[in-house]
């Protein structure tokens, strides 16, 4: 009997796809994998180099929202450790292996791109520009809306995005005339221009950390990234530390 | 039609309906119940009268409300330039007709944060016509107009596929009779040509509604998201989804519900219009 091609194709399609996971060999003995909130990006990325440097093995990195972190880890995605980007998402999290402590700090800015045509140099410079900003439903536009509140400036962007690397993009692209993000989006080189604002410092955004698994790797690293190495490698990726 | 008049068979066996065969049946079924199975579980998930309010929030009115309209004339939009298109590029003989035409679907098969992205590097704020635009005071990103121009790029094709495979079937011997007859080519095109584009006209424009209702990645990335502004329901769902998942999923509801009342009309409306071509 001839077997259609069509379930040959789907049989391939299938063995393609689970054999593709990428990082599933590349000769590291171990692995643990961390879910950590986007504005974490570049820390992250420098926190997993050297740990693996460190031992050998492999840190499997997950960016994304913290609340779609957190529906994906209670939905059981296999998460050692999950960074939030703020102690109300880590409160949603329902089963880990230790308590969330407090690793990293983080504080807004507004930037604008780098020819500054729009003329802003305070918040109050925002109104009746093209001001984007997170959302308020997300942990860095809950921040904004409170700076400006302190600041007694209206908050009346344009855009309300879902995540700081959002925010950023439509920055970087000149899209927007200006934009709040976390202080450590903006790295050194960017093509942006930092416009510091007393009341957004003061908004200090507290980063959680927890250990989903018992992993004993995955307690390692927990001690890694509070260690004054740990601490070191976070701030020169801009976040602040603890 | 062109079928092989060989070995046709004689009498009343081409009348007979060819059944599915045990395969296709069996594969079939498993594929739809499959397919089915996620659509379950999201009316499964909250209980129905949970869902008006959750409609009941500003935002979800408002998102709602953003989403018809912007379709709605999104739609009209397609109509009115897709159709002429369509019209073009099926009938017009010309060097590189293929490579436009592939032009044309290839928001079609693009993913939509592609469209987007290319979207603002035309029309953005420093964009190739965007900038010129801007130095006259006219601002497209943020703005509900950018909503239903991401709209429109990527729900065209939709129309012009259905209308290019309409005006393929109906072949041009009516205009070739009415021009004989006198009739200038535009006045053959509007009294000759559209009329017969109707089942067309209408599965393409069903169609076209529903994809512009569902516009997700264009959008963010090229108009934003601002409530009663830009933020159309599906935005609204994905934003909502960091909150209160329930809210999403009620809105994910109501959107399943608008696009399977309008496949179904558009599936109705087009397996009519066969069986009428069928037989005439």
Redesign the interface.
């Known amino acids: 009997m001839r077997i259609p091609a069509a379930g040959l194709l789907a049989v391939a399609g299938l063995t393609l796809i689970s054999c593709g996971s990428p990082g599933a060999d590349n000769g590291a003995a171990e692995e643990i994998t961390v879910f950590s909130a986007a504005s974490l990006n570049e820390a992250f990325d420098a926190l997993a180099t050297e740990f693996e440097n460190e031992h050998d093995m492999q840190v499997n990195l997950n960016f994304g929202g913290s609340s779609s972190l957190v529906e994906q880890i209670n939905s059981g995605a296999p998460a050692d450790i999950f960074a939030a980007a703020d102690e109300r998402t880590m409160s949603w999290v329902e089963n880990t292996a230790g308590k969330p402590v407090v690793f990293a700090s983080n504080s807004l800015v507004l930037v604008t791109p780098e020819d500054h045509s729009a003329g802003i140099d305070a918040l109050a410079d925002t109104i009746g520009t093209q001001l984007v900003v997170c959302a308020p439903e997300v942990p860095c536009g809950a921040a904004a809306q409170q700076a400006f509140e302190q600041a007694g400036v209206k908050l009346s962007p344009v855009s309300e995005e879902n995540s700081v690397s959002d925010v950023y993009g439509k920055v970087l692209s000149g899209q927007a005339d200006a934009g709040v993000v976390y202080r450590s989006t903006v790295q050194e080189d960017d093509p942006v221009h930092v416009v510091e604002a007393p009341q957004l410092s003061a908004v200090v955004n507290k980063y959680p950390i927890v250990q989903v698994s018992d992993d004993e790797l995955a307690q390692e690293f927990m001690e890694f990234v509070l260690s004054d190495r740990g601490q070191q490698v976070l701030s020169d990726a801009g976040v602040g530390g603890r | 039609m062109k079928t092989p008049q060989r070995d046709r068979p004689t009498g009343n066996a081409g009348r007979v309906a060819v059944g599915s065969p045990w ?1 296709t049946t069996v ?1 079939g079924v498993v594929v739809a119940v499959g397919l089915l199975v996620p659509f379950l579980a999201l009316v499964v998930d909250i209980s129905p009268s949970q869902v008006p309010g959750l409609l009941a929030t500003e935002a979800a009115r408002d998102a709602l409300w953003l989403s018809l309209r912007t379709s709605l004339v999104a739609t009209v939009v397609v109509l009115v330039l897709g159709t002429p298109l369509a019209v073009f590029l099926t009938r017009s003989r010309f060097w590189g007709r293929s490579v436009v035409r592939s032009l044309v679907i290839l928001p079609l098969v693009l993913p939509p944060v592609v469209a987007g992205i290319a979207l ?1 590097t035309a029309f ?3 964009g190739l016509i965007g900038a010129q635009l801007e130095a006259w005071g006219l ?1 497209i ?2 703005t509900t107009l950018a909503v239903v121009m991401a709209q429109v790029f990527v729900s065209l094709p939709f129309l012009v596929v259905a209308l290019e495979s309409t005006l393929a079937s109906n072949g041009d011997r009516y205009e070739k009779v009415a021009q004989s007859l006198g009739m200038s080519p535009v006045k053959s095109f509007f009294a000759v040509t559209l009329p017969l584009l109707g089942p067309g006209l209408v599965s393409g424009s069903v169609l076209t509604f529903a994809r512009a209702l569902g516009e997700f990645g264009a959008t ?1 990335t090229f ?5 009663g ?3 159309t329901v599906p935005l609204e769902i ?6 209160d ?1 329930d809210a999403a999923v009620a809105l994910s509801l109501v959107l399943m519900v608008v696009a399977i009342v309008v496949i179904g009309f558009a599936y109705s409306t087009r397996v009519n219009a066969q069986t009428a071509g069928a037989r005439g």
Request: hydrophobic share 30%; charged share 20%.
């Open positions: 395969l594969v603002t953005g704020r420093r601002s990103s943020f963010i108009a934003g998201s601002l409530q502004t830009t933020r994905y934003l909502q989804r960091e909150t998942p």
